[in-house]
């Protein structure tokens, strides 16, 4: 069965950090991209991240270049994104989620596969 686990999701104050977790079971999670999409409320989801399958490649969406670092363990199946100087804007149900290929698809049926989300909440 697959599976895609998100965690470390919560509460945080503006400037804060959060490192989000991913873990991956039941497919071959070294020969797939990895990403993160996030939906806010009353808003279009939006692409975050991505990291290839070896690790080599990373790429973000403009707002949070500078800010989130993304990385992956493949011997652990898990994907981690740290997430510093987080703004109210961030605030966002963030999805993991993988493909075998590139892309910036923010529509969950361009992936192979799509976690069930964890809440990121930036306030004061």
């Known amino acids: 069965q697959v599976q895609l686990v998100e965690s470390g999701g919560g509460l945080v104050q503006p400037g804060g950090s959060l490192r989000l977790s991913c873990a991956a079971s039941?497919?071959?999670?070294?020969?797939?991209?990895m990403y993160w999409v996030r939906q806010a409320p009353g808003k279009e989801r939006e692409f975050v991240s991505r990291?290839?399958?070896?690790?080599?490649?990373?790429d973000y969406v403009d707002s949070v270049k500078g800010r989130f670092t993304l990385s992956r363990d493949n011997a652990k199946n898990t994907v981690n994104l740290q997430m510093d100087s987080l703004k109210p804007e961030d605030t966002a149900v963030y999805y993991c989620a993988a493909s075998r290929l590139a892309s910036r698809s923010t529509r969950p049926q361009s992936y192979n596969y799509w976690g069930q989300g964890t809440q990121v909440t930036v306030s004061s």
């Open positions: 990291i290839s399958w070896n690790g080599n490649s990373t």
């Open positions: 039941g497919f071959d999670f070294s020969g797939y991209w």
